[in-house]
């Protein structure tokens, strides 16, 4: 009689532990990150009071005599299913498109977590909203990435510049026209690059002097220069013939390197002579003068790529992702963080999108993944186990009440 009201009070414990399970669930629908736990229950000691016995010749077998004594909570496990999706706009809020943690440290301690409320503080450090460092791999000079060595915190310095290209080479294609009259002048400038990263105009001039032939000519900032061929040849078809390239020199801008270089006449959009519209043009050059950080975008792979004044990206560092092979065995620390266990298997840390590790998603945040109408139905689950496990405590009281008046 007593086993029974001791079983309706393990079942108000465990139902009262599953109510504040499903009650922090909920709590935290809208909590960007979080992952719901879910609660499994098993039966408690069990009492025998009668032991099994086999069949005989004269008499069967019978089975065990045994009285369950309630019931305890077996695990509370956390559920690791996707969030939704929000966009926010937010360059530095970043969302995991399936599985992985983000890496934080702070303090000489290390955590993880799916909340990827991020920001820049002033010192230009990665961090999430308490302060820790958010780590991976910052790049090298060249812009190159070793995700194999071990991560650290992710910086970028506000100062940050692209040091200036000489020019080396200048692509000019179109078309001279072939009913041009002799010793008319087609003309085509573009602005170069010298080695401190300052700008010079030059001007390349084509004059036809006989058909299927033009003499070049070409000045920096008005200053003649050396052409190494001054003749150009076309072929009867209108191609060209020769040169289909020819250097440039003599020419030193001052406190500067003297500019040598290139000039292409066969690129994707040659150098030409048919009939028609003039439309030869300086297409493009390698030179970019000195450029400061400007903007920033984050890639599927974790990539941080600078966009810089003069036009040019190059990619500053890389967010590390972290995969465990048993993420319930993550110990919850709090502010959406979790802590790597004996249970949970050590981190596996690489770059999103490989390995088995989701991609991100920049300017969007992972929902909480708390589903509002099963929460509700595990809500009521609970409370009618709670109801019916406080039935047996007073019918188990009634029943020793009639024991206890049996003497009147």
């Known amino acids: 009689m007593m086993r029974s009201m001791f079983s309706g009070v393990s079942g108000l414990r465990s139902h009262q532990t599953m109510m504040d399970v499903v009650g922090h669930n909920i709590a935290n629908v809208n909590t960007a990150g979080f992952k719901s736990s879910q609660v499994t229950f098993e039966e408690a000691l069990t009492q025998t ?20 004594l309630g019931v305890k909570i077996a695990s509370t496990d956390g559920v690791f299913t996707q969030g939704a999706t929000q966009v926010t ?3 530095t809020d970043l ?36 302060g820790m460092q958010v780590l991976g791999w910052m790049a090298d000079p060249t812009g190159a990435i070793d995700n194999q060595v071990s991560v650290s915190p992710i910086t970028l310095p506000l100062t940050q510049v692209i040091e200036p290209n000489l020019t080396t080479e200048v692509l000019i294609g179109g078309n001279l026209p072939s009913d041009l009259p002799v010793g008319d002048v087609h003309r085509t400038s573009i602005s170069i690059v010298d080695s401190r990263g300052e700008a010079h105009d030059l001007l390349v001039e084509f004059q ?8 070049m000519s070409a000045t920096v900032d008005g200053n003649p220069v050396t052409l190494s061929t001054t003749t150009l040849t076309f072929d009867t078809d209108g191609t ?8 440039v020199s003599g020419y030193t801008p001052p406190g500067a390197d003297p500019l040598n270089f290139t000039v292409r006449l ?22 970019n003068p000195i450029g400061f950080l ?6 599927a792979d974790g990539s941080i790529n600078g966009v810089f004044s003069n036009g040019e990206s190059k990619r500053l560092a890389q967010i590390a992702t972290a995969t465990f092979n048993n993420p319930s065995g993550l110990l919850r620390k709090g502010e959406s963080q979790f802590t790597a266990s004996v249970n949970s298997g050590q981190a596996l840390i690489g770059a999103p999108g490989g390995g088995g590790k989701g991609t991100i998603a920049a ?3 992972e929902m909480s993944n708390v589903d509002l109408a099963q929460e509700f139905t595990n809500l009521i689950i609970a409370q009618r186990g709670f109801q019916a496990n406080s039935r047996i405590i007073t019918a188990s009281d009634e029943v020793l009440a009639d024991l206890v008046n049996m003497k009147r």
């Open 49 to 68: 009071l009668g032991g099994p016995s086999g069949a005989g010749v004269e008499r069967g077998g019978t089975n065990p005599i045994q009285l369950g």
């Open 266 to 287: 066969d690129g994707d959009a040659p150098l030409v002579q048919y009939g028609g519209v003039a439309t030869a043009e300086a297409l493009s050059q390698d030179g």
């Open 95 to 130: 969302a995991i498109q399936g599985d992985g943690f983000f890496i934080l440290e702070g303090g000489g301690e290390r955590v993880y977590t799916r909340a990827g409320t991020f920001r820049f503080d002033e010192l230009g450090n990665l961090v999430a909203p308490g």
């Open 240 to 247: 060209l013939a020769s040169p289909t390239s020819f250097t």
């Open 208 to 215: 036809k002097t006989a058909a299927n032939t033009w003499s």
């Open 89 to 91: 706009g937010r360059p």
């Open 363 to 365: 300017g969007a945040l």
């Open 294 to 299: 400007r903007d920033f975008s984050i890639g």
